[in-house]
């Protein structure tokens, strides 16, 4: 089995910075893209950030600018550097990995952390 384990969140206030780590553990033969997803209260999930193998990135317009993701392929952890972090950023965010494990070679592409409250005051 393979476990995502996020950790990081906090209360800060408006303005400041974050840093968002995720670990991964288990039986890995391979993580192919990373990423990581938020989900505010009474709204749907929605992307972050998402990193490929080859660090080829990607970000939701929202976070441009402010979020930096990025990975450490030795140590199976994804990061996501927030700053400038606004109420609106406040969610629930969790990891997220397309992982091949090393029994069978068996991917999982949708294997997801228990998630990390990051909470913005004004």
């Known amino acids: 089995q393979v476990q995502l384990v996020e950790s990081g969140g906090g209360l800060v206030q408006a303005g400041e910075s974050l840093r968002l780590s995720c670990v991964a553990s288990?039986?890995?033969?391979?993580?192919?893209?990373m990423g990581w997803y938020r989900q505010a209260p009474g709204k749907q999930r929605e992307l972050v950030a998402t990193?490929?193998?080859?660090?080829?990135?990607n970000y939701a317009d929202s976070v441009k600018g402010r979020f930096t993701i990025s990975r450490d392929n030795t140590k199976n952890t994804v990061y996501l550097q927030m700053n400038s972090l606004k109420p609106e950023d406040t969610a629930v965010y969790y990891c997220?990995?397309?992982?091949?494990?090393?029994?069978?070679?068996?991917?999982?592409?949708?294997?997801w952390g228990q998630g990390t409250l990051v909470t913005v005051s004004s």
């Open positions: 997220n990995a397309d992982v091949t494990t090393s029994y069978f070679r068996r991917r999982y592409p949708e294997v």
């Open positions: 288990g039986n890995i033969f391979r993580i192919d893209t």
């Open positions: 990193i490929t193998s080859g660090d080829i990135t």
